[in-house]
């Protein structure tokens, strides 16, 4: 198989003098008795957005990297607020303490493990200067996601430590990294019939557009559900959810994400005459297939889908 390494450095120090600025004040920032100055985390998303880190913004934080890359690099900061810059260095010291794994607990009841340390590495050094009159120092880490179990709950904690005594932010003083783990997530080999009327292959045959032995995965969006593109017009995602009785999954579902619905299709003219229905086949426990079926209308024709799914 051949490997195509990815490695996307997200871009930090654009947008980071207005985020500092903006957060400046904030009585969300500063705990009970901090000094002027605080420590915080900031972090760069996956997509480059520049966002506070911590429980608030925990959703953000999820490493969504494409499996079959070799490498990603996410860029972070420890960063000063409270003031706008102060007159003497601080040393500041990375730290991925275990107790914080079960911190967003109450968010998703979800139990995460400590990421190894064979799916991760810091970039360089682990502690790093604020120079006087600055407000940050930026960090960065490589992920390896093609190293991932995509079935478990990984976490890497990462918050800093200081030299100058001062208080970290009890909201953002964190940055959690996390993947979450589903038992149907993972790489699939797809095929996509469309046909081009109502019932489908018993009224007429195969049309433009389908394509069979396409590579996608199955991307978690939390324990019990995923998302994943269906092959019709600009493709949007599937909503698949199950329940899972100890390890038993049942009741399968699917649906156009309701999120992507309206911009996907309805905005498009395009309306759902027949609801998706998944049918699961586990004949090969280690290679189920699942196939999605659905009737659209497009303003002017029927068009019968067929989304079919195997786990490779």
């Known amino acids: ?8 450095i997200l871009t930090f120090f654009f947008g980071l003098y207005a985020l500092t600025s903006c957060l400046d ?41 494409p499996p079959t890359d070799l490498v ?8 000063l607020q409270g003031v706008e810059a102060l007159d003497h260095d ?15 607990y109450y968010g998703d009841s979800i139990v995460y493990e400590m990421m190894p340390d064979s799916l991760f590495d810091f970039v360089g050094e682990q502690t790093a200067v604020i120079k006087a009159g600055e407000t940050y120092a930026e960090f960065k880490v490589r992920f390896f996601p093609s190293k991932i179990d995509p079935t478990k709950n990984y ?34 080999t797809w095929d996509f019939e469309r046909y081009n009327c109502q019932n489908g292959p018993s009224q007429c045959g195969l ?11 199955f991307a978690p969006v939390n324990g019990t559900s995923i998302k994943v593109p269906t092959g019709y017009y600009v493709q949007p995602n599937y909503l698949i959810s199950f329940k899972n009785s100890g390890g038993v999954l049942s009741a399968f579902s699917a649906e156009i994400a309701p999120d992507e ?3 996907a299709f309805t905005d498009n ?18 290679h189920p297939i699942y196939t999605v079926t659905y009737t659209v209308f497009n303003g002017s024709a029927y068009r019968y889908c067929i989304d079919k799914y195997t786990k490779q």
């Open 1 to 8: 198989m051949k490997f195509k390494l990815t490695i996307k």
């Open 25 to 65: 004040g904030d009585p969300m920032n500063t705990p009970p008795g901090a000094s002027s100055a605080i420590i915080q985390m900031s972090y760069n998303t996956t997509g480059g957005n520049l966002v506070n880190s911590g429980l608030r913004y925990f959703g953000s934080q999820a490493l969504t990297y």
């Open 72 to 79: 990603d690099t996410a860029s972070f900061a420890v960063t």
């Open 90 to 104: 601080v040393t500041v010291t990375l730290a991925t303490p275990t107790d914080a794994l079960d911190d967003y």
């Open 155 to 188: 976490m890497l904690p990462v918050t800093a430590t200081n030299g100058s005594n001062l208080l970290t932010s009890s909201n953002y003083g964190f940055v959690y990294f996390h993947v979450i783990g589903n038992p149907i997530a993972g790489l699939y």
């Open 207 to 217: 049309g433009g557009g389908s394509f069979t032995g396409e590579t996608i995965t």
């Open 261 to 263: 619905l309206k911009g």
């Open 269 to 286: 003219g395009i309306t759902i005459v027949v609801a998706p229905v998944i049918v699961v086949d586990n004949t090969d426990a280690d």
